[in-house]
């Protein structure tokens, strides 16, 4: 899929001129995970699946020499740092010396700037004070803890390790640590989940003291050990009509604990708890994606690395680009992209993104109730409760 990478990821001059025109960050794919959880499809191995070639204790080098491969190629072209993203995978897998080794290595190929946002996720096992005292002294303004559920029963269908208490553990140990924004992730929709579970993970959420949540409806991907167990008929099919009661839910206690939405799955306490890097992706910004299977985008230039860490290695390690593939986005499908992911943002979408025939399409969904009326009238079109619920819908009305 796509055209192949240049060897040494090289770039069109025009997208090299307009890099950091709407901001630039960088994520970090850490590829590790203790256990493989049964819902993940995401381009992490466990110790068994790794094979040879990339190991932990190595990996950062890895890490580094792609930065230095993004200097080579970006050659000051772009403006300092302004968001970094550390996800995986199991970021905190990694050594704290070795985390801080990789934000030194980007602000020595760029700049970071001075009020930089720098993130990790966490499995909340995989933390305690000590160490996130030590993340937050080397450098890491925000922390993500991927919480899922705070029923028993409901992470053990999602095979996750920690039990119900150590999130909102870790979310006050990140507190005293001086994390200035604390996120948990949620998923609600898991077979076996009750409305009582659900209303109980939003109250520990809420009670946890963090300024930021993240929840999801439980997708089911192919390929996923839930996956097979739900086709071996051991556990039902997630309801779509269940899984919107559970939003709709949400909404009301977030919002009563003073939580704003801001993304369709996203609700924050305030403008600075917004995670600044979400945004970079979802308002068009460039980042350069680092690790294996990570995307980056730069002036309207995409491209993916290649997925295992012994291939990714073996490319950096002959001075070649990791990239595997790549597409120069056209104008329309630029407009696309951008009316799929503003539309989302609590801010909306200016007007004039749309065609005649999108304008139309919007004023229907003005009158069906699934576009703010007063924002409409204001030249933007921002999703109501509803048209959250069907967003995607909307966005396909839109679109050509």
Not at 42 to 54: H, I, K, P
Not at 235 to 256: G, H, I, N, Q
Not at 360 to 371: K, S
């Amino acid at each position: 899929m796509g055209e192949p990478v240049p060897p040494d990821g090289a770039l069109p001059a025009a997208a090299r001129a307009s890099v950091g025109a709407r901001g630039f960050g960088v994520y970090v794919h850490v590829p590790f995970c203790l256990t493989r959880c049964g819902y993940c499809d995401f381009n992490t191995y466990t110790a068994t699946e790794l094979g040879g070639g990339v190991s932990r204790d190595s990996y950062t080098d890895l890490v580094l020499a792609e930065l230095a491969l993004a200097r080579r190629v970006l050659d000051g072209a772009v403006p300092r740092v302004a968001t970094v993203f550390v996800g995986g995978g199991t970021p905190t897998l990694l050594a704290t010396d070795d985390l801080a080794r990789i934000i030194d290595g980007i602000d020595a190929a760029f700049g970071l700037e001075p009020d930089a946002e720098i993130t990790t996720e966490a499995n909340p096992e995989s933390v305690d004070a000590d160490s996130l005292r030590r993340l937050r002294n080397a450098g890491f303004t925000r922390i993500s803890l991927g919480m899922q559920s705070a029923a028993a029963h409901v992470l053990a269908v999602l095979d996750r390790r920690h039990t119900p208490g150590r999130a909102p553990q870790a979310a006050l140990w990140a507190r005293e640590a001086g994390f200035a924004h604390v996120n948990l992730d949620v998923i609600y929709g898991t077979p076996g989940e009750t409305d009582e579970d659900w209303l109980h993970t939003l109250e520990v959420v809420t009670g946890a003291g963090v300024d930021h949540v993240s929840a999801y409806a439980l997708i089911v991907e192919e390929g996923t050990r839930l996956a097979a167990r739900i086709r071996r008929g051991e556990l039902p099919e997630p309801d779509d009509d269940v899984a919107a009661d559970r939003y709709l839910l949400a909404e009301r206690v977030l919002t009563e604990a003073g939580l704003s939405w801001y993304e369709v799955s996203n609700w924050a306490a305030s403008q600075e708890a917004r995670c600044r890097h979400n945004l970079l992706y979802w308002t068009g910004g460039d980042w350069w994606g680092v690790g294996p299977g990570a995307h980056s985008h730069i002036g309207g230039v995409r491209w993916w690395n290649v997925k295992h860490p012994a291939e990714y290695g073996r490319r950096l390690a002959a001075g070649r680009s990791p990239g595997q593939g790549r597409e120069i986005l056209t104008d329309t499908e630029r407009r696309t992209e951008e009316v799929m992911l503003r539309l989302r943002l609590a801010d909306g979408l200016p007007v004039t993104v749309l065609d005649p025939a999108g304008q139309a399409a919007g004023e229907r969904a003005v009158a069906d109730g699934l576009l703010e009326a007063t924002a409409w009238r204001a030249g933007r079109a921002v999703l109501t409760l509803r048209g959250r619920l069907l967003a995607d819908a909307v966005v396909r009305s839109l679109l050509p």
